[in-house]
């Protein structure tokens, strides 16, 4: 059994079924920040799921006072933090501008 898995894993390329592949990024991909993937990186972990509270993405009645604050405000908690809301959702890398698009990317399909 270990062997059969250990031959299909040292198989010759040619033969591996390696399943769909993602194509490459686009090389521009700097120009405009997918907000979709920063969330996916750094605030699905808690806005998936409602860790710690977080008002979960899809949940409209959650978001909608949220939303009502306006986005400037909504900005400033998500980069400067905001109770259990960690700045930037902990990832410091992240810019004003990704975190601005993930911020829109999860308004978007929350109400
Ligand atoms: C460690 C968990 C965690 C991560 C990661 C996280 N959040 Fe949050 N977020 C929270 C919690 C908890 C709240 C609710 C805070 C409260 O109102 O008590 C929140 C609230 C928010 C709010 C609403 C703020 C307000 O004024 O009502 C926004 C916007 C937000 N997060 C954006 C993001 C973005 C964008 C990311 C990714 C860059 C992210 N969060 C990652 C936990 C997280």
Known sequence: M?????????????QVNVGSV??????????????????KGTCMACHAT????????GDKAAWKPR????????LKHAIGG?????PKGGNA???DEAVK???EYMLSQSQ
């Open 22 to 39: 993602p194509a490459p990024a686009p090389a521009a991909e700097t120009a405009a920040v997918d907000g979709e993937s920063v969330y």
């Open 82 to 86: 905001f109770k259990a809301m960690p």
């Open 101 to 103: 698009a993930a911020i």
């Open 93 to 95: 890398n992240l810019s």
């Open 50 to 57: 409602g860790a710690a509270g977080a008002p979960k993405v």
């Open 67 to 74: 939303i009502d604050q306006g986005m400037d405000t909504l």
């Open 2 to 14: 270990v062997l059969k898995a250990i031959e299909e894993s040292i198989k010759p390329v040619g």
